[in-house]
């Protein structure tokens, strides 16, 4: 029995060790685009969580991990597939933190994640069909649905008592999955939409549809767009006009970038994905030591979804997405010990040790059915030019 143990400890001393690896992560959002004023903060977050991840020598026996960017322009679907196949065949990424809009998101999955067995976790694409789109287990997201939206923006207009609004929308699938949910929900609780129209991206004039909103009439405008692009015009148009003084501003028109359009904006509000959970605190000190904005959109579910790529990865032993995808709820939910943003490296070591977490992270992740998050909004009004937190929903 002693000859058989001392050979058997000879085997394991000449048995190659685990060889570590560059592992590369792809981060595909619209870095030109309708919301490229936004995309700059979320892309430099979620390479705050790989650079912390590699920092900390526990990853996959060492290994590293590589950030490679790709431009899903937010509104080609052929383009951002392109940009997509790209990682995966010629850059040889494992997973892709993305995509940012929801069509440009839905068609890489099914056109390139799906068939190549990839792991996608989206920060930002919001819209309801996602929660149902066929994906193997492959698909996940750090940012609530838009079914939760139309309900929370709801419930502010109600308490504001405006129970008429004029609603226009971005004419793609994030902006008619949300005018769908709102306007279900704000008729539900007994609101009426006047009039509910599309507008297209890209325009140098917007003066007919805000002829068509203005005639309809309503409490407020709600502008379901795009703060760089769309959304932006109907708002300047609306304000040089005259047609309407004040807007309802859903998650893709909050960025610093619309706030340049000057005092006409002071008394709108809206809200976007956003916590008071301790988490985002410690996030906010990492964020302006790293140089990005921390409070912008979408900022904190970038770090998050990077992170929970990663931690399943090391729970799984492996980078492979066949290996690991399984492993993404194990991380993100309870039980286990809860992990805030800047321990990763304690997130490591317990998942190398075979224990558990729950990672709560910046944006109090919590993955429900359809692999998305729960749900957690700021809501803001503009004052003095400036973005206000009102309180957390």
């Not at 609306?238 to 501003?249: E, I, K, N, Q």
């Not at 492979?320 to 309870?334: E, I, L, R």
């Not at 109090?364 to 009102?390: C, H, P, W």
């Amino acid at each position: 029995m002693k000859k058989y143990l001392a050979a058997t400890a000879a085997l394991a001393l000449l048995a190659p060790a685990a060889q570590a690896e560059e592992v590369k992560l792809g981060i595909i959002f619209g870095f030109t685009g309708p919301i490229e004023s936004l995309t700059q903060p979320m892309a430099a977050s979620a390479e705050l969580a790989m650079k912390e991840v590699t920092d900390s020598g526990l990853f996959l026996d060492g290994s590293t991990v590589t950030s490679v960017r790709g431009d899903s322009t937010c509104i080609d679907s052929a383009a951002a597939v392109v940009a997509a196949e790209r990682l995966i065949t010629a850059d040889g990424v494992k997973a892709i933190v993305g995509g940012d809009c929801s069509g440009v998101t839905g068609a890489i999955l099914q056109n390139v994640a799906l068939p190549n067995g990839i792991v996608m976790i989206s920060p930002s694409a919001t819209s309801p069909a996602l929660s149902t789109a066929e994906d193997n287990g492959l698909f996940f997201r750090t940012a609530p649905s838009d079914a939760r939206e139309g309900q929370v923006m709801t419930d502010i207009l109600m308490e504001e008592g405006l129970k008429s609004v004029a609603l226009t929308y971005t004419n793609n699938d994030y902006g008619k999955g949300l005018a769908d949910s709102f306007v279900q929900a704000f008729t539900a609780a007994g609101g009426t939409v006047t009039v509910n129209i599309a507008h297209e991206d890209g325009k140098a004039d917007y003066s007919a549809e805000v002829a068509t909103l203005s005639s309809a009439g309503g409490d407020i405008l709600v502008v379901a767009g795009y703060l760089d692009q769309g959304g932006r015009g109907i708002i300047q148009a609306s304000l040089d006009t005259g047609a309407w003084d004040r807007f309802v501003l859903p998650g893709g028109m909050i960025g610093e970038n619309i706030l340049t359009i000057g005092e006409g904006l002071n008394g709108s509000f809206g809200q976007v994905a956003g916590t008071d959970s301790p988490g985002t605190d410690i996030f906010k000190g990492l964020g302006e030591a790293a140089g990005f904005d921390p409070i912008s959109p979408f900022v904190p579910e970038s770090y998050d979804a990077a992170a929970l790529i990663l931690l399943a990865m090391q729970a799984a032993g492996s980078s492979d997405s066949a290996d690991f995808k399984d492993k993404v709820f194990d991380v993100a939910n309870a039980p286990g010990e809860p992990i805030y943003p800047g321990e990763l490296a304690k997130a490591l070591q317990i998942l190398k040790d075979g224990g558990d977490i729950d990672y709560v992270g910046a944006s109090a992740v919590e993955l429900i059915g359809g692999g998305e998050s729960g749900g957690n909004y700021r809501q803001v009004m503009v004052k003095d030019g400036k973005f206000e937190t009102v309180r957390f929903r």
